[in-house]
């Protein structure tokens, strides 16, 4: 939207945050920082109060030259004298704070400690080191989660997941470490390697007489590198599989960003023959936008929608407007988070035959895969 509507935000933000200075001084740091200086604040009460009022604040919408703005913030706190006996210390162990907090997510608040601080940057370093060797390595696991057909139950797709079996640490799931892989630059690596290992097993199935889609998820830095289509073309070259067997998965926050860019990738990704799925549907808030402005194929209805579908009428009601709006658009729609009978039986009542979840299969190795694909599923 331009500079003009940052500066326009930045104002607006300081509006909002000059509500928590009335005892105290509110600055902007730099950028999109914010320092509040507050006096008589306590750790145990007041303090935590205070930033969770203002992440609320910030959290509700801003409207800016007629579009609907969302943020969210980090909150790192710190206190004089325990964090520091100058005013540098305080303030950097503040950022120290903050920087934990955005790593872990954002949209939160956190307070200094020195134990945690130590220990959190010797762990982020060790899990670098670990990951990085692990991409190199081609240690990474992707397991497959089948999408069935609930009519004749058979598996119609199947989405490719990726774990990461660590030696100490156990399984960890995506949300783990791909931030971390995002950070030290290594996301798209270890994208090119889950799209090669899925492709592979998708081209084995082809040739065992099981043809199946394979759906990938595609990172926002993938997204938005002008090569990625050529890493496309040359990894279906390399495995055999035809364009029109490979389903890519977007989310909205892979897209909102930059959506020019995007919809220009996307385009010649299309070209290919390749299916464009949109991820966790219902959930953001321009997914209308979307379905108008890119070529979408797929529709998957978010699993937070399907989990109460059974208790929640009006869960219910939006996952019937997304079926009818999928339907109206010629799209295909696929419920994510599957895990009843119940559930089952009320999408299939509504026309929605794609389900994929817990009730039909857990993510499994290719091997399982191939002896589940020989069944009928329930």
């Known amino acids: 939207?331009?500079?003009?509507?940052?500066?326009?935000?930045?104002?607006?933000?300081?509006?909002?945050?000059?509500?928590?200075?009335?005892?105290?001084?509110?600055?902007?740091?730099?950028?999109?920082?914010?320092?509040?200086?507050?006096?008589?604040?306590?750790?145990?009460?007041?303090?935590?109060?205070?930033?969770?009022?203002?992440?609320?604040t910030l959290r509700q919408r801003f409207e800016i030259d007629g579009l609907d703005v969302f943020v969210s913030a980090s909150i790192g706190v710190s206190f004089y004298p325990e964090d520091g006996l100058s005013s540098e210390t305080v303030l950097e162990r503040a950022?120290?704070?903050?920087?934990?907090?955005?790593?872990?997510?954002?949209?939160?608040?956190?307070?200094?400690?020195?134990?945690?601080?130590?220990?959190?940057t010797r762990d982020?370093?060790?899990?670098?080191?670990?990951?990085?060797?692990?991409?190199?390595?081609?240690?990474?696991?992707?397991?497959?989660?089948?999408?069935?057909?609930?009519?004749?139950?058979?598996?119609?797709?199947?989405e490719a997941l990726v774990r990461w079996l660590h030696p100490k640490r156990g399984y960890l799931s995506p949300s783990e470490?791909?931030?971390?892989?995002?950070?030290?630059?290594?996301?798209?690596?270890?994208?090119?390697?889950?799209?090669?290992?899925?492709?592979?097993?998708?081209?084995?199935?082809?040739?065992?007489?099981?043809?199946?889609?394979?759906?990938?998820?595609?990172?926002?830095?993938?997204?938005?590198?002008?090569?990625?289509?050529?890493?496309?073309?040359?990894?279906?070259?390399?495995?055999?599989?035809?364009?029109?067997?490979?389903i890519l998965e977007i989310t909205e926050s892979a897209i909102v960003n930059d959506m020019e860019r995007v919809s220009r990738v996307l385009e010649e990704i299309k070209r290919?023959?390749?299916?464009?799925?949109?991820?966790?549907?219902?959930?953001?808030?321009?997914?209308?936008?979307?379905?108008?402005?890119?070529?979408?194929?797929?529709?998957?209805?978010?699993?937070s929608f399907v989990r109460t579908l059974d208790q929640n009428r009006n869960d219910l009601k939006i996952v019937q407007a997304i079926i009818g709006l999928g339907k109206n658009l010629g799209l295909a729609v696929i419920a994510e988070g599957v895990e009843t009978e119940r559930q089952v039986k009320l999408l299939l009542q509504h026309a929605c035959y794609f389900h994929q979840g817990f009730y039909f299969s857990r993510p499994i190795p290719y091997e399982a895969l191939y002896e589940l694909m020989q069944h009928k599923l329930h």
């Not at 949209?107 to 130590?118: I, R």
């Not at 696991?141 to 139950?153: G, K, R, S, Y």
């Open 1 to 56: 939207m331009g500079h003009h509507a940052g500066d326009k935000l930045l104002q607006m933000v300081s509006a909002r945050l000059h509500d928590f200075a009335a005892e105290g001084i509110l600055a902007r740091w730099g950028g999109d920082e914010f320092v509040l200086l507050s006096r008589g604040v306590t750790k145990q009460d007041s303090a935590p109060v205070m930033a969770q009022k203002m992440l609320d």
């Open 95 to 120: 950022g120290t704070a903050m920087y934990r907090i955005k790593k872990d997510g954002g949209n939160h608040f956190g307070f200094y400690s020195a134990e945690s601080s130590v220990v959190w």
């Open 124 to 158: 982020q370093l060790e899990l670098e080191r670990e990951l990085r060797a692990a991409i190199k390595n081609d240690e990474l696991q992707v397991l497959f989660q089948p999408i069935v057909n609930a009519q004749t139950h058979r598996i119609a797709r199947i």
């Open 177 to 246: 470490f791909i931030p971390l892989a995002e950070d030290i630059g290594q996301i798209e690596a270890l994208g090119e390697i889950v799209l090669r290992t899925s492709c592979a097993a998708a081209y084995k199935l082809m040739q065992l007489g099981y043809p199946v889609n394979v759906s990938v998820n595609v990172n926002p830095r993938q997204l938005l590198n002008p090569q990625f289509p050529q890493t496309i073309v040359q990894v279906l070259r390399d495995t055999g599989l035809p364009a029109k067997s490979l």
């Open 272 to 303: 290919l023959e390749i299916l464009i799925a949109l991820d966790d549907f219902g959930t953001g808030y321009s997914s209308l936008t979307l379905l108008r402005e890119l070529p979408i194929d797929i529709l998957k209805i978010d699993k």
